[in-house]
């Protein structure tokens, strides 16, 4: 059997002042991120003074070790593992994930104490033994490095301005998703613009989620109503829901908030406001023709979009991504918000009954293709 090789060291120096990424110490950012990689061992090394003491919540509950000279803090000879390796990244900037994942897979391969060059300056050190780091420590970028230079995209410094202005847009550019319904890519512009301004308030992803449910129930209740002037305001009104709905998920990755119950919340607000929205026109439209029985057309698209919700969240949300249909993305697309553009749209033209008719078929063509195009389902658990 294959020995498991030794898991990678990654010690975080924490600077008496760090640079901050959207109002977060940018290392505090970067021990977020190694550990979702199974394969590494975090560990900060902190002064007595602890700096990042405020954003010490963000870090709770991740496998994330102490080194320093701090109350409770291993010294780097008690914490490090000696024979294993270790990686030294600079506090003053943010790599790109997959270029700094290059750089320790070549200086692993090599084995070789090895200096990452930004610019002919070392932004990372990698040793083969970490007992050969403590005792190298002063030769830092000494000659018995092997030089690993970086592209200057590799690296985003954290030293002044600009370089902070430049790694904060790349961290807001993150924020889009490959879910985003077609329409969704349009006004995620707008939604980003709003949470770069929300993560300088104390607001909650959950209270965002919260507003943006009040608010779509609201829009669906003027939508119901007979007059043309408020079923067009409210149709207007659940258009600034979607975007809305961009920022809940957006401030959560912004703040490092993300949590397994915001997203249930997310989405469960999200299946509310719709299935309001779909009993909101025929209830509309039997206000506004009294004459006219809307039951069936409304009956079977009540029927569709709960049967098309049951087969979204058995096929797709329900399962790790791996698992997921290959045309997840495109359903998932489909299945988002972008159908408000056109409810207003056909509101202000009044001619939501078109909408009814042909959103009561598709709903369930929806449903249909989805499961037919599923590989394979899993049996419902008794």
């Not at 003027?222 to 979607?242: E, I, M, Q, R, T």
């Not at 779909?278 to 809307?294: C, N, Q, V």
Request: hydrophobic share 50%; proline share 9%.
């Amino acid at each position: 059997m294959t020995a498991r090789p030794e898991p990678l060291q990654v010690v975080l120096p924490v600077p008496e002042a760090p640079p901050l990424l959207a109002g977060i110490p940018a290392v505090v950012r970067a021990a977020r991120a190694l550990c979702e990689d199974d394969g590494l061992a975090v560990f900060l090394r902190s002064p007595a003074r602890d700096p990042i003491a405020p954003w010490r919540p963000l870090l709770s509950g991740l496998p994330v070790r102490e080194l320093g000279s701090g109350r409770g803090a291993l010294s780097p000879r008690e914490g490090l593992a000696p024979l294993a390796p270790v990686l030294v990244l600079s506090p003053q900037g943010v790599p790109e994930p997959a270029a700094l994942s290059r750089f320790a897979r070549e200086a692993r391969a090599a084995r070789r104490p090895s200096a990452w060059l930004w610019h002919g300056a070392p932004v990372a050190v990698f040793h083969p033994q970490a007992i050969r780091w403590l005792e190298d420590a002063a030769r830092v970028g000494g000659p018995e490095l092997l030089a690993c230079p970086a592209a200057p995209a590799d690296w985003h410094s954290l030293t002044d301005a600009a370089g902070v202005s430049r790694a904060e847009e790349r961290l807001y550019r993150s924020l889009r998703s490959e879910s985003d319904g077609y329409l969704a890519r349009l006004d995620r512009r707008l939604s980003i613009a709003i949470s770069r301004r929300l993560v300088e308030t104390p607001v909650t992803p959950n209270q965002l989620t919260a507003c943006g449910l009040a608010l779509g129930l609201l829009g669906a209740s003027w939508l119901a109503s007979p007059g043309y002037g408020a079923s067009v305001a409210g149709a207007l009104l659940l258009c600034f829901c979607c975007v809305l709905d961009g920022c809940d998920g957006e401030v959560a990755r912004l703040k490092l908030l993300s949590s397994p119950f915001g997203a249930r919340f997310d989405v469960a607000a999200d299946s509310v406001v719709h299935l309001a929205v779909f009993a909101a026109i025929p209830l509309h439209l039997s206000r506004l023709h009294p004459g006219l029985d809307f039951r069936a057309p409304g009956l079977l698209l009540a029927s569709g979009v709960l049967l098309s919700m049951f087969w979204v969240w058995r096929l797709i949300l329900s399962r790790p991504q791996a698992e997921r249909p290959g045309a997840s993305r495109t359903f998932e697309r489909l299945a988002s918000r972008d159908f408000l553009y056109l409810v207003a749209a056909l509101a202000a033209a009044r001619k939501l009954d078109w909408f009814l008719w042909s959103a009561a078929v598709g709903a369930h063509l929806f449903w249909i293709s989805l499961v037919a195009l599923s590989p394979s389902r899993r049996p419902l658990a008794r």
